[in-house]
């Protein structure tokens, strides 16, 4: 038979807690912070990890203690707080178009290392404009579509749009970037090693032909958790941006990226209700856990939301605002689940969970602290 839950310590250090909420292990991310930078430091490439997943200076600033140059965000806001607490070294991976959010940029750029990035003509003109009106100029990297069709300037036409930037006397074209996610020849796929090395010969290769063209580009900057180790390697990347790592979720384990007790992120919830045998109602729902990343989809085709610690054929199979619909096997039916008792379950996608608390609990050993997630809700 499968252990109920974790363990009777763990149950005792967690019963007071609020439920749902959600728990860091501070140990594994500590852990996972270091295990990054040091497969990255062997291919002598910078390490700019995304604040989006922790949304919190503090573990930036632990980042950057172990080799990062900085950190990387999408929102002026993100940036501003970041460099509130201590962050010097950004760059706000997003296409900055209007005047007030460039200003903003501006005086953040003023006091601390600032990077920006443009994907077309309109946008690097607005720029330009601001810059100029503010006697001010602005490092910028121009984003490239490499095949995941976001943000970007389509890969064919990047060499007209840089040369434009270039002449742009108040802008400082200094790199390109891309994000590209686990995509091999346009499709999705597990191959991970593969579509890293893809993504950064792609970039390379751009890079080389903008040169030849007499514009300076000195960073190439590429790279998500799962291709950052093979894009590192490719000769000619200089950056990689990984996010996702420092708490790792499902959707990495499932790339293959980690396995699942590397995952320093999980939700602790209670169970609310046992209506039947086979089926059990937890205190978290669509308010607590992400659904961007779904069950049933390519290429990872998950089973459920989440990952129930310690219930293997336990599935949170459906959510309402309030409620999460586990659906249970023959094992987990025979864990004697009861009202009250506490569960973790590791979120399908950590980034867009994190986002929906306002605050995480750090959990060292015993010790637990509450931390206000002082990037969440940062839109603009």
């Given amino acids: 038979m499968m252990k109920k839950m974790e363990s009777l310590e763990t149950l005792e ?70 460099a509130a607490g201590g962050v010097a070294n950004i760059f706000i991976a997003y296409p900055l ?69 270039a002449r742009m006397p108040h802008l400082r074209l200094t790199g390109i970037y891309t994000f590209r996610g686990s995509l091999l020849a346009g499709k999705p796929t597990l191959d991970v090693a593969a579509a890293g090395q893809e993504e950064g010969t792609l970039m390379v290769q751009l890079a080389e032909r903008l040169r030849a063209q007499g514009i300076a580009i000195a960073d190439v900057s590429v790279g998500s958790t799962p291709t950052a180790a093979s894009a590192a390697a490719v000769e000619g990347v200089t950056e990689v941006r990984p996010g996702t790592y420092v708490y790792h979720d499902r959707m990495q384990a499932r790339l293959g990226v980690c396995d699942i007790e590397d995952c320093a992120g999980s939700v602790l919830v209670t169970v609310v209700s046992r209506p039947s045998a086979d089926l059990a109602i937890i205190d978290g729902g669509s308010k607590t856990f992400a659904t961007d990343v779904q069950p049933g989809t390519d290429p990872l085709q998950l089973r459920g939301f989440g ?53 995480v609990v750090m959990q060292r050993g015993d010790a637990y602290e509450c931390l206000p997630v002082l990037a969440r809700g940062m839109l603009e």
């Fill in 13 to 82: 250090t967690t019963k007071t807690l609020e439920t749902p909420c959600l728990l860091i292990d501070a140990d594994r991310m500590d852990r996972n912070i270091q295990a990054m930078a040091n497969v990255i430091s062997q291919h002598h490439v910078k390490l700019r990890p995304h604040a989006k997943t922790h949304k919190l200076p503090s573990v930036a600033l632990q980042q950057i203690a172990a080799g990062a140059v900085g950190i990387t965000v999408a929102k002026v806001s993100e940036a501003e707080v970041m």
């Fill in 97 to 165: 178009v209007t005047a007030s959010k460039i200003e903003r940029a501006i005086r953040l750029s003023e006091r601390i290392e600032l990077i920006v990035g443009v994907d077309s003509l309109a946008g690097a003109q607005q720029l330009e404009q601001c810059a100029s009106r503010l006697g001010h100029s602005l490092q910028v990297r121009l984003e490239i579509d490499t095949g995941f069709r976001r943000t970007g300037v389509l890969y064919e036409q990047a060499s007209a749009l840089a040369a434009e930037i």
């Fill in 307 to 359: 990952h129930i610690v310690n219930l293997e054929d336990a599935i949170l199979v459906r959510m309402s605002e309030e409620h999460g619909m586990l659906e249970l096997g023959p094992l987990a039916q025979a864990a004697n689940l009861q009202v009250g008792d506490k569960l973790r379950i590791i979120p399908n996608h950590i980034c867009s969970t994190v986002n929906l608390h306002n605050q």
